[in-house]
């Protein structure tokens, strides 16, 4: 991998753009500088989306690899989707307690009666998404060990 330079650019010289979002940089700014053995100088300008990443500086099929680890940590946030699983586990929580309160209801009624059905409606609900929260951690941990095990590559 070529080694990346951070210079800024001086008065003279040629106009140069950044390679990703085509933004001129002028004199004066900085900007990021790498090159290949076999090809031309390659430029960035400093916005944090448009620094290079690690597939931009390879020109080997490795880069078709660090190319979809980089789209998975992009993503949507893991910690919003665990956020959301805790969010899950806590809807079914509360569900659980207020078909409890339907069926604590109904008892007084010989366990019968609209409070029994609601109850016993609210309970196959939770049945759909008891345990859905687990899941979808176990989801995001393999995949955070697969991008992890992925951009470490392969032992050559």
Excluded at 59 to 69: A, K, T, W
Excluded at 73 to 91: M, Q, V
Aim: net charge negative; hydrophobic share 35%; with cysteine.
């Amino acid at each position: 991998m070529p080694k990346v330079h951070t210079i800024r650019k001086s008065r003279a010289g040629k106009a140069i753009s950044c390679g990703k979002c085509q933004t001129p940089i002028e004199p004066g700014d900085q900007y990021k500088k790498w090159a290949f053995r076999y090809g031309g100088a390659r430029y960035r300008c400093m916005k944090p989306e448009c620094a290079p990443r690690p597939s931009d500086l390879t020109q080997s099929r490795m880069g078709e690899i660090l190319d979809i680890v980089e789209q998975i940590d992009g993503s949507p946030d893991t910690a919003e989707i665990e956020t959301l699983a805790d969010k899950l586990d806590e809807l079914v929580e509360v569900a659980r307690e207020v078909a409890q309160s339907y069926a604590d209801a109904a008892e007084h009624f010989g366990s019968q009666g609209d409070n029994q059905e609601r109850a016993d409606a609210i309970e196959a609900w939770i049945d759909q998404f008891d345990g859905k929260g687990e899941e979808i951690r176990d989801a995001v941990n393999t995949i955070q060990e697969a991008a992890q095990a992925a951009s470490e590559g392969p032992e050559v």
